[in-house]
């Protein structure tokens, strides 16, 4: 019989073959596609952070990019980045785009569309900015412990100068925990208790990186957009606040025809980890204040205060301002082709491998080299991502045509939701068998809720690309699948 050892040797051979050796060097240089370049370097690596508050004892091995708790970038859009990454971290990593239409070499998917970058070595990566919107950047290998650990960062891309409407303040929210012992030091970031249920939750609830929500003041009777975004690795919100008039006017980024809070499903807009919301919110009166809140908690957990300062704007009413129309590629919903998935417990679904037992040197190494996680107890359509020693890449969902568009139906037969993301692409939602006034979002990621079926469409392009759900934990123990797209 094969050793262990030599099962892990055979599938780093396995893996190589997946993905082409290469550094990511781009065959046709940048310029000469006339675009405007910005390089960059980032890296990753691990620091210290006062995550408790003052006077607590300081985390150590926080996991940030270029040295900077969520870092965050901005550029306007067209821009395209030319980024030199260099992994300091002591195990292995990518970089993943969410959201943003990649080449699909410099997607970050280990072992799909690249090799991990293993301690001490550089990739090269191309991020066009071809759309406007809120993203963020994040591993993509062994992503419950390193983004629980903190190692995210915004990416911003603005409109064309004077194309957007004017807000009297802009506001980012980034809601993300820390799983943190009274110590101040990390607790282990999966559990199977959570993995195969919810997920396993932070310790400490903070916003934008602290546990005291922020006092942010905002014109009286002026208008605010917030920026929210969940970069937690588990936590799914009931996003909005107290105010009179607010709007959701864009979803992962994306302008949609803007929908006052009063009409979407509950009030709220529900929103799991990668998720991202813009909001409109009309300030009162001089001295009233806005709660912004996550509504899902028991007690409505207060996430920023906005404070209506007096700077004599006149009152006027509320009519929510758009943001230009996106220029996305758009599905042919009548000719579309129907895909259905069946999200599941790995019940019955096809287990490549048995798991390891905790505590396994292999399971460490198999998440160095191979970015998975041990254990499998999640499915799409009766099939687990590779996970323990056996690494085979399960065969893809689907191999789609290159332009041709696709109803993906998603049915959640779980006792839990799941925000569903698919790769290299923006899908529209369409319906959903439980909510009638969801209103037609263009998104990446979308909840699907226990006994939901979720209609989306997109229109197909070339690649390897992954659909998996962003609770990290679910998809390191097998929520995930990938389309080939040729
Ligand atoms: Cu933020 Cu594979 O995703
Ligand atoms: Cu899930």
Request: with cysteine; charged share 25%; net charge negative.
């Given at each position: 019989m094969l050793s262990r050892r030599a099962l892990i040797a055979?599938?780093?051979?396995?893996?190589?073959?997946?993905?082409?050796?290469?550094k990511g060097r781009s065959t046709r240089p940048l310029a000469a596609r006339g675009a405007r370049i910005e390089k960059r370097t980032l890296y990753a690596g691990e620091m210290e952070v006062l995550l408790l508050g003052p006077g607590k004892p300081a985390t150590k091995r926080f996991c940030a990019y270029n040295g900077t708790p969520l870092e965050t970038w901005r550029f306007p859009k067209g821009t395209v980045?030319?980024?030199?990454?260099?992994?300091?971290?002591?195990?292995?990593?990518?970089?993943?785009?969410?959201?943003?239409?990649?080449?699909?070499?410099?997607?970050?998917?280990?072992?799909?569309?690249?090799?991990?970058?293993?301690?001490?070595?550089?990739?090269?990566y191309e991020v066009p900015l071809a759309d406007p919107g809120l993203y963020f950047f994040h591993p993509h290998c062994d992503e419950s412990g390193q983004v629980g650990r903190g190692l995210a960062a915004l990416l911003i891309v603005d409109d064309e100068p004077g194309s957007a409407p004017a807000f009297d303040l802009e506001q980012v929210i980034v809601v993300k925990d820390w799983r943190l012992g009274e110590d101040g030091q990390w607790l282990a970031m999966t559990t199977d208790d959570g993995a195969s249920t919810a997920g396993t939750f932070g310790t400490v609830r903070a916003t934008n990186a602290s546990v005291a929500p922020a006092r942010v003041e905002a014109p009286a009777?002026?208008?605010?957009?917030?920026?929210?975004?969940?970069?937690?690795?588990?936590?799914?919100?009931?996003?909005?606040?107290?105010?009179?008039?607010?709007?959701?006017?864009?979803?992962?980024?994306?302008?949609?025809?803007?929908?006052?809070?009063?009409?979407?499903?509950?009030?709220?807009?529900?929103?799991g980890p990668a998720m991202r919301a813009d909001v409109h919110v009309r300030m009162p009166g001089p001295g009233e204040e806005v709660k912004v809140y996550d509504y899902r908690s028991a007690e409505p957990f207060l996430l920023m205060t906005l404070v209506a300062v007096d700077k004599g704007k006149p009152k006027l009413p509320f009519r929510p301002l758009a943001l230009p129309p996106p220029d996305l590629p758009q599905a042919d919903v009548r000719r579309a082709r129907k895909l259905d998935f069946t999200i599941q417990t790995a019940a019955g679904a096809t287990i490549l491998a048995p798991p390891l037992p905790d505590g396994d040197p292999l399971a460490k190494a198999l998440v160095n080299s191979f970015c998975v996680g041990g254990k499998t107890f999640w499915a799409i359509n009766r099939t687990s991502w590779a996970a323990g020693p056996d690494l085979r890449l399960p065969p893809p969902l689907n191999v789609l045509d290159d332009g041709a568009s696709y109803v993906l139906s998603i049915s959640n037969v779980t006792k839990h939701v799941h925000p569903m993301h698919l790769h290299g692409h923006v899908f529209k939602v369409l319906s959903?068998?439980?909510?009638?006034?969801?209103?037609?979002?263009?998104?990446?990621?979308?909840?699907?809720?226990?006994?939901?079926?979720?209609?989306?469409?997109?229109?197909?392009?070339?690649?390897?690309?992954?659909?998996?759900?962003?609770?990290?934990?679910?998809?390191?123990?097998?929520?995930?699948?990938?389309?080939?797209?040729?």
């Open positions: 055979a599938a780093a051979g396995a893996a190589a073959a997946i993905a082409p050796a290469a980045l030319d980024v030199e990454f260099e992994n300091r971290l002591p195990d292995s990593t990518t970089v993943h785009w969410h959201g943003v239409r990649v080449d699909n070499r410099f997607d970050g998917v280990p072992p799909l569309t690249q090799q991990v970058v293993p301690p001490g070595e550089k990739f090269h009777h002026g208008d605010v957009r917030l920026r929210a975004i969940v970069a937690d690795n588990t936590r799914v919100i009931d996003f909005g606040c107290d105010a009179k008039d607010s709007a959701l006017i864009a979803c992962d980024g994306h302008a949609i025809e803007p929908v006052h809070f009063d009409a979407l499903p509950d009030a709220v807009w529900r929103m959903s068998t439980k909510k009638p006034n969801l209103p037609q979002v263009l998104a990446d990621t979308m909840v699907v809720e226990p006994n939901e079926t979720l209609d989306v469409a997109f229109k197909a392009t070339r690649g390897d690309w992954v659909f998996h759900c962003h609770i990290l934990e679910h998809m390191d123990s097998g929520m995930m699948g990938w389309f080939k797209i040729a």
